[in-house]
């Protein structure tokens, strides 16, 4: 199971330090989300302004290790809690996207889906010559600005006009539940279970860290500082993950 710790090296930053604790705001809630229309403007023009970044990210040496021990038969599945799509990129097959995937955008009225790369034309040519001023990267294809989003527009569904929102997992949403039984039957059928670059602090990832102590599952976690599953695993390496990864997929070949 991967986090943010995987993608860093690909200059998408993380969340939290090495205590765990928040580097930046939390991120927007699903609530705020749908009720907002001020919230919405704001989010889409962060996005228009971060989506760019996200989408040139290229995989890191952590991707690329953990796609060669799946290539030998070592990783029964990789469920990530990115929503990158960097681990694909890198060649990875059998992955299970735990938050969604932030290429692809969903209507919330009638399902239809389209690629991220097209809504940012939309977005673009809804607001000719705006200009986001200075804008610092944030993760998962966000932005900071300082500039009002108050007239911004937000395009809707080209099929029903409907709310358009990333197809990802908000904070405040829950994980459909297919991809949370087969997180949990991955852990039941699985010899071990790998944590790479996550501080779990977050239950959507910590809970099958639990299930797998329940079952009596060995658990190694490999991460930049504490974890809140630290007292539940069996092994824990504080270093790079990227580093630490080709380190041991030399040594396995």
Request: glycine content about 10%.
């Amino acid at each position: 199971m991967t986090g943010a710790g995987c993608s860093t090296d690909s200059g998408i930053p993380d969340y939290r330090d090495e205590a765990g604790a928040w580097k930046r705001p939390e991120p927007i809630r699903y609530a705020e989300f749908v009720r907002s229309d001020a919230a919405r403007r704001r989010y889409w023009a962060r996005s228009m302004v971060g989506w760019p970044r996200m989408a040139e990210a290229r995989p890191s040496g952590a991707h690329h290790a953990l796609k060669a021990l799946g290539e030998d038969g070592r990783i029964h599945l990789l469920v990530t809690q990115n929503v990158d799509g960097l681990h694909q990129r890198a060649g990875s097959t059998d992955v299970l996207d735990l938050h969604g995937r932030i290429a692809d955008v969903v209507c919330l009225d009638c399902d239809d889906r389209i690629p991220r790369a097209a809504y940012q034309h939309q977005l673009a040519e809804a607001n000719p010559g705006w200009s986001p001023g200075e804008a610092g990267t944030a993760p998962d294809g966000d932005a900071d600005l300082t500039v009002d989003t108050s007239r911004f527009e937000v395009p809707g569904c080209a099929t029903c006009g409907g709310m358009l929102k990333p197809d990802v997992v908000f904070f405040g949403e829950s994980v459909p539940r297919l991809r949370v039984e087969r997180a949990y039957a991955a852990v039941e059928d699985c010899d071990a279970l790998l944590v790479v670059g996550s501080s779990l602090m977050v239950f959507s990832g910590l809970r099958f860290v639990r299930a797998a102590t329940k079952q009596g599952v060995p658990v190694a976690i490999l991460n930049r500082g504490r974890t809140r599953a630290d007292d539940d695993a069996q092994l824990k390496v504080d270093a790079d993950c990227g580093e630490a990864l080709l380190r041991v997929h030399a040594a396995l070949a």
